[in-house]
């Protein structure tokens, strides 16, 4: 993959084979962020567990105290006086089954976040093609299916987001914006780190985080050390 002058020229201000602790690693992807827009920071950390094994999946959320610096919209099914809570509550679409038939049938996803009264989960369980496959179905784990919709979609609003290990044994996460700084950003991907390894599964063996790697959108991956995080 050829890369530009500006990644270019990012990589020659990191070493290859250091682990830079976290405050260190942080301070060098923003100083590589060379991008004319505000590019948003990525966690990737590969856990020492096997996905294949149901007690051993790694899956949750996470309210991050500085949020992700990104508009999250909001969709959310539900019914009754339920309706008016979560639109008093800041969510911007309400409603079942006219929101179903958009997605079904229109290809409709203008929301980030997806979230669900349990009333409900008979009704959208049939979008489970179309929204599992984007990380989009709401599930009690995450806290996406729940009765008080209003508290879930302040939570989405503020900042919450759901980390999940990936068919490589990878989490990938936001953890804020270039324009943070490395403050906000350590604070961000330190609750990450922190409910991620509250996370772990009682039956993993060995080194439970293997690598971690920091990267702004258009930067190159910072390895950070494992042993400094926690």
């Known amino acids: 993959m050829k890369h530009g002058k500006k990644y270019q020229d990012s990589i020659k201000l990191i070493e290859k084979q250091k682990l830079y602790d976290p405050r260190e690693g942080i301070e060098t992807v923003l100083s590589t962020a060379k991008a004319k827009f505000d590019e948003t920071v990525e966690a990737s950390i590969r856990l020492g ?56 049938k229109e290809n409709w996803f203008e929301f980030d976040v997806v979230i669900a ?3 409900m989960m008979g009704m959208i369980g049939r979008l489970g093609k179309v929204l599992g496959p984007k990380g989009l179905m709401p599930s009690p784990k995450a806290g996406t299916v729940t009765p008080d919709v209003a508290r879930a979609v302040k939570e989405a609003k503020a900042g ?8 490589t044994n990878i989490i990938h996460c936001p953890i804020g914006k270039v324009s943070f700084g490395e403050e906000k950003l350590r604070e961000n991907f330190d609750t990450l780190m922190g409910a991620i390894i509250k996370a772990k599964p009682a039956s993993a063996k060995g080194q439970y985080i293997k690598s971690c790697v920091i990267a702004s959108t ?6 950070v050390n494992q042993a400094k995080i926690g």
């Open 49 to 104: 567990v096997d996905p294949r094994h149901a007690d051993q999946q790694v899956r949750g959320a996470v309210v991050l105290p500085n949020g992700t610096g990104k508009t999250v919209r909001t969709l959310v099914f539900t019914k009754g006086d339920k309706v008016q809570a979560a639109l008093d509550a800041g969510a911007d679409y309400v409603g079942d089954q006219e929101y179903i038939d958009k997605i079904t």
């Open 117 to 119: 009264s349990p009333d």
């Open 160 to 167: 919450k987001i759901e980390y999940r290990l990936d068919k």
């Open 218 to 223: 258009m930067g190159p991956g910072i390895k």
